[in-house]
């Protein structure tokens, strides 16, 4: 594989693009596209019942949205790309490769959305009267362009999970219109505006506004919210539906680990106690009890980060042990290439193996052939850490299991590699697990796992 390896050290890849990612769909579904609609209906409002209230906290929200998704939206959406393709580099190049054209047409529609926005707030003042109108007209024309983004990214998303025909037939068509397109489509959107509701309740009980229009808005948005909440429970029900049952299977397992995942009763238990404590909010809110709802909406916006965590955690983690399925592995093996690496060894057509490799060891062949084939999942000394995995077994035990991993738990794909390899890495994971190698010593074998972001 010609692109060096990078591993984040404690976090684990896997972990990094995680919290990045799962910031940015915070960010993206929750404000760009359910808080900035709520600000044009909060305009519209504004205008039908010639309400300055409505008017005044339409346009300050808008411009807390502005500063939040130009900066931490735009940046942890770049942050996405840099991250990716630094720790999944076939991974995204594949995916670039079969989806260049939604993703070309998406950033334009991303830089239209951007401009359209600051638009939108800097007429806000000089459209008035009967240029109102115009005005209302933009801020629907933004949503439509916000929408537009998430009909293309989540046909990428929706790929990653389903990618149903297109193995065999290779086309663009069948995989942005994948199984779980449609369903995982209506249940972004859901979410989009749960969040957008949310936030804007707490905005609204954290700026200074006058009480009757207070109660007004929070009746509204409460609304808003539980039928938004519905649309969530009822599309994530016909969204599992479609996910092929291997990968629904692992489901539990994704959430609570194997640490917990004999425990499904404690798994629904905080699930359930969640949304309904979400439901107790809500119906808090439409109480128009401005006190209690100050009091409990900051637990109510983390309770729904932790749910959106949970949903894109399980979806990124069932699809294991693909990371395109029916094509690449989560360590980004390529499934047709297995064969040729069991045959042919993984590091003669490493580049950046025996570019950098000084001495030819099994401990920095192990080295590399780990951050290779295991890396993704796994760390050394962090989360999943691969020394507690191996602890307490022999060199021949960990010979064995290396040549089952497909076996032992089905989200982990097989090792890649020839007998001989599999003996360096066995050597390895065993020195390191008895002490031998150790960790924080990184100049032992650094310079044979090519590069830096090596522990
Ligand atoms: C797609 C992600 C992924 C990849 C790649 C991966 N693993 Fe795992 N592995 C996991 C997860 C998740 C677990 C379970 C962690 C837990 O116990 O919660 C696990 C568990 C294990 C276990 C313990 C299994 C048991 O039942 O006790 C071993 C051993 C292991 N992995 C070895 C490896 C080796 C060796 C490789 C590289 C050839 C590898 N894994 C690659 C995700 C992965």
């Known amino acids: 594989m010609e692109f060096p390896i990078f591993q984040v050290p404690y976090l684990g890849n896997g972990m990094t693009i995680a919290l990045d990612a799962v910031l940015h769909v915070v960010v993206s579904h929750g404000l760009a596209i ?35 998704t130009t900066s931490v939206g735009a940046m942890t959406g770049v942050g996405i790309w840099l991250i990716t393709s630094a720790l999944a580099p076939r991974g995204i190049g594949s995916l670039l490769r079969v989806f260049f054209w939604p993703w070309f047409i998406e950033w ?60 065999w037939d ?22 989009a505006y749960s969040l957008g509701a949310l936030f804007s309740v707490g905005y609204l009980v954290f700026t200074s506004r006058e009480r009757n ?23 994530a029900i016909w969204y599992f539906n479609v996910v092929p049952s291997t990968f629904k299977t692992h489901s539990l397992y994704a959430v609570m680990t194997s640490r917990f995942s004999q425990q499904p009763g404690l798994f629904w238990g905080i699930n359930i106690g969640g949304a309904v404590f979400l439901l107790f909010f809500w119906l808090v809110a439409l109480r128009r009890s401005v006190i209690s709802v100050r009091l409990l909406v900051v637990p109510a916006i983390t309770v729904s980060i932790l749910f959106v965590s949970q949903f894109e955690r399980v979806r990124e983690f069932i699809r294991g042990p693909y990371l395109m399925p029916g094509y690449m592995y989560a360590n980004q093996v390529l499934l047709e290439e297995t064969p040729l690496f069991a045959k042919e060894g993984m590091l003669p057509s490493s580049y950046w193996y025996n570019a950098t490799a000084k001495r030819v060891d099994s401990v920095s062949q192990g080295a ?12 050394i000394g962090g989360i999943n850490n691969i020394v507690d995995r191996v602890q307490g077994r022999t060199a021949d035990g960990i010979y064995v299991i290396i040549g089952h991993t497909q076996e032992m738990v089905p989200f982990m794909p097989p090792f890649s590699g020839t007998d001989q390899e599999r003996r360096a890495m066995a050597d390895f994971l065993f020195r390191l697990a008895d002490g031998t190698i150790k960790l924080g010593a990184p100049s032992r074998f650094a310079p044979a796992t090519g590069g830096p972001g090596h522990e």
């Open 368 to 379: 590399y052939l780990f951050a290779q084939n295991c890396s993704a999942c796994h760390t």
């Open 170 to 191: 290779k086309s663009l068509w069948s995989a942005f219109f994948n199984p779980s397109y449609i369903p995982q489509l209506v249940l972004r959107l859901g979410i």
């Open 213 to 235: 229009f207070c109660k007004e808005a929070l009746a509204f948005f409460g609304k808003f919210a539980l039928f938004s909440l519905t649309v969530v429970l009822l599309s």
């Open 34 to 68: 359910g808080a900035v609609s709520m600000v044009v209906v909060s305009e519209y409002l504004g205008h039908r019942r010639a309400s300055r209230d409505w008017e005044c906290f339409a346009k300050d929200f808008l411009r807390v949205i502005i500063f939040l």
């Open 108 to 167: 334009g529609v991303f830089t239209a959305e951007v401009v359209i926005v600051l638009i939108y707030y800097y007429t806000w003042e000089r459209w008035t009267g009967e240029r109102k109108k115009h005005h209302l007209r933009l801020g629907i024309g933004y949503v439509a362009a916000a929408l537009c983004s998430a009909l293309l990214i989540t046909g990428i998303l929706g790929f990653m999970l389903t990618s149903d025909g297109w193995p």
